[in-house]
């Protein structure tokens, strides 16, 4: 705090009526303001349009499976798979390279380090739906898809994707 506002802290402080009722919200004012605490990382609209992009991607990939394959026409669909895989690994490390969250919080002696910050689900679930469409193609590959097995894949592929998308768009407000 500069010199000057120390003097007049000091001196409203010490005495009574005007200055003491202005020093008071003055005070908290400035407290309040220097406290910026950040629980959940920034959004990042890369982030969202690239799983809305991958989403898009592999529902398209279910639809053409939907109905049942036979492993003997996997190779026309390896590409897209890969592309897949590939597109949700991708998104995995731009959610774990994100600058996590921080905030700058001295209250009653205490750090930031003494917040517990939020991690992101982000790159646990893309793990997980990255992993889901692996084995799909893997199954695709040595034995062809039902449309059972194509409808197991999709649902925990779809709410894999359903947490990143809620956590990644909420993370905008």
């Known amino acids: 705090m500069p010199g000057g506002l120390t003097v007049w802290f000091a001196r409203a402080l010490a005495?009574?009526?005007?200055?003491?009722r202005l020093a008071v919200p003055l005070l908290v004012a400035m407290a309040i303001s220097g406290c910026a605490v950040q629980l959940a990382p920034g959004y990042?609209?890369?982030?969202?349009?690239?799983l809305?992009?991958?989403?898009?991607?592999?529902?398209?990939?279910?639809?053409?499976?939907?109905?049942?394959?036979?492993?003997?026409?996997?190779?026309?669909?390896?590409?897209?798979y890969n592309r897949i895989i590939g597109k949700l690994e991708?998104?995995?490390v731009s959610a774990q390279a994100r600058p996590s969250a921080s905030g700058a919080l001295f209250l009653?002696?205490?750090?930031?380090?003494?917040?517990?910050?939020?991690?992101?689900?982000?790159?646990g679930v893309l793990t997980t739906a990255s992993q889901t469409i692996t084995t799909m193609r893997d199954t695709?590959?040595?034995a062809g898809l039902?449309?059972?097995?194509?409808?197991?894949?999709?649902?925990?592929?779809?709410?894999?994707?359903q947490q990143a998308l809620t956590y990644e768009k909420a993370l905008q407000r």
């Open 15 to 20: 005495g009574t009526g005007q200055a003491w």
């Open 44 to 50: 990042d609209p890369s982030i969202v349009s690239g």
């Open 52 to 80: 809305e992009e991958a989403n898009e991607e592999t529902m398209a990939l279910f639809a053409g499976v939907s109905s049942g394959v036979g492993r003997g026409t996997f190779s026309r669909r390896e590409d897209s």
């Open 90 to 92: 991708a998104l995995r």
């Open 108 to 123: 009653r002696g205490r750090t930031a380090g003494d917040i517990p910050t939020l991690e992101s689900p982000t790159p």
């Open 140 to 142: 695709d590959r040595s």
């Open 146 to 161: 039902t449309p059972f097995v194509v409808q197991g894949f999709r649902q925990s592929y779809e709410l894999s994707m």
